[in-house]
């Protein structure tokens, strides 16, 4: 009953909420407010500070979390080794990725992955803002630059340059910064990653560098809209040359002040903290690293 109710638990913190869990495992929300309290009880602590709008986890919360993911995937591991063989893999894995890579490079190893593995279910969020790997539940995160939380556990994945491009339309409309200083006379159009505005693009390295507040006309928290509005000639845009590599070299977005390239971006999958992660997250992580070393740059 332990296993079953830390099961619940996950479902909770996955879903946000009682009623989402319980209708999501067919019970109750009576019922998974008994369980709770029953494992609450269990370790003597409370697990979720509770509201009558929000759910969120405690301290301790986020170490059982943590700590259950780890104990539960190697359950599933054991049984699957035990039932059918053990090079087969099966169960879920979360993984949260930016919009863009999201939409091609991520969608494209796991489909991939899941055509090799199919007793394996995966449950993919795009977002390019900051996400709660531990308090949203996710098994692996792909994020570029450098990570803040010292507590997550990273894998590189490589470096990536962002480049400065725009549509052969736009150019022939407005012409094309010489300097990063030109581009206080163009539309920028800029990226918002969760509460932060991408509005200072940085240029150059070492002493070279340059910082330039830019400016334009739209704003937006989805890279592949950003990106749309470029490749219709709307503005200049600042991206990951993995997101812009295919238009770039199709001609249908020119890069832009390459003389002041700054140095690269890692690109890095990052995992809760614990001793141990399943096989499966293992080897979609290493689907990952193989897809990312196979990227040729700009």
Same mark, same amino acid.
């Given at each position: 009953?332990?296993?079953?109710?830390?099961?619940?638990?996950?479902?909770?913190?996955?879903?946000?909420?009682?009623?989402?869990?319980?209708?999501?495992?067919?019970?109750?929300?009576?019922?998974?407010?008994?369980?709770?309290?029953?494992?609450?009880?269990?370790?003597?602590?409370?697990?979720?500070?509770?509201?009558?709008?929000?759910?969120?986890?405690?301290?301790?919360?986020?170490?059982?979390?943590?700590?259950?993911?780890?104990?539960?995937?190697?359950?599933?591991?054991?049984?699957?080794?035990? !039932?059918?063989? @053990?090079?087969?893999?099966? *169960?879920? &894995?979360?993984? %949260?990725?930016?919009?863009? $890579? #999201?939409?091609?490079?991520?969608?494209?190893?796991?489909?991939?992955?899941?055509?090799?593995?199919?007793?394996?279910?995966?449950?993919?969020?795009?977002?390019?803002?900051?996400?709660?790997?531990?308090?949203?539940?996710?098994?692996?995160?792909?994020?570029?630059?450098?990570?803040?939380?010292?507590?997550?556990?990273?894998?590189?994945?490589?470096?990536?340059?962002?480049?400065?491009?725009?549509?052969?339309?736009?150019?022939?409309?407005?012409?094309?910064?010489?300097?990063?200083?030109?581009?206080?006379?163009?539309?920028?159009?800029?990226?918002?990653?969760?509460?932060?505005?991408?509005?200072?693009?940085?240029?150059?390295?070492?002493?070279?560098?340059?910082?330039?507040?830019?400016?334009?006309?739209?704003?937006?928290?989805?890279?592949?809209?950003? !990106?749309?509005? @470029?490749?219709?000639?709307? *503005?200049? &845009?600042?991206? %990951?040359?993995?997101?812009? $590599? #295919?238009?770039?070299?199709?001609?249908?977005?020119?890069?832009?002040?390459?003389?002041?390239?700054?140095?690269?971006?890692?690109?890095?999958?990052?995992?809760?903290?614990?001793?141990?992660?399943?096989?499966?997250?293992?080897?979609?992580?290493?689907?990952?690293?193989?897809?990312?070393?196979?990227?040729?740059?700009?």
């Amino acid at each position: 009953m332990l296993i079953d109710n830390i099961r619940l638990f996950l479902t909770i913190t996955e879903k946000g909420s009682l009623v989402a869990a319980g209708r999501e495992v067919g019970l109750s929300a009576t019922t998974v407010s008994e369980r709770l309290a029953a494992l609450e009880a269990h370790y003597g602590v409370v697990l979720f500070n509770r509201t009558t709008r929000s759910l969120s986890l405690t301290d301790e919360g986020r170490t059982l979390l943590s700590g259950a993911k780890v104990v539960l995937g190697e359950i599933e591991d054991l049984e699957t080794r035990i !039932r059918h063989g @053990a090079e087969t893999l099966s *169960g879920s &894995i979360r993984v %949260s990725a930016p919009i863009d $890579i #999201g939409r091609s490079i991520v969608s494209d190893v796991i489909s991939t992955f899941t055509a090799d593995h199919p007793a394996i279910s995966i449950e993919l969020l795009l977002s390019d803002g900051y996400v709660d790997i531990v308090g949203q539940g996710f098994d692996l995160a792909l994020r570029f630059g450098a990570v803040t939380d010292s507590t997550l556990r990273t894998r590189k994945l490589g470096h990536f340059r962002r480049i400065a491009c725009a549509a052969p339309s736009y150019i022939a409309r407005h012409g094309a910064p010489q300097t990063p200083a030109d581009l206080g006379k163009h539309n920028c159009l800029i990226m918002r990653f969760g509460t932060t505005l991408d509005n200072v693009w940085r240029f150059g390295s070492g002493k070279k560098q340059q910082a330039v507040t830019v400016r334009g006309n739209k704003t937006v928290n989805d890279g592949s809209l950003v !990106r749309r509005w @470029a490749l219709d000639g709307h *503005g200049i &845009i600042l991206k %990951s040359e993995l997101d812009v $590599i #295919g238009d770039v070299g199709s001609g249908k977005l020119i890069a832009l002040l390459e003389a002041f390239a700054p140095p690269p971006n890692p690109l890095q999958m990052m995992f809760p903290p614990g001793r141990a992660q399943p096989r499966r997250v293992r080897a979609l992580a290493d689907a990952f690293s193989q897809a990312l070393a196979a990227r040729k740059p700009i």
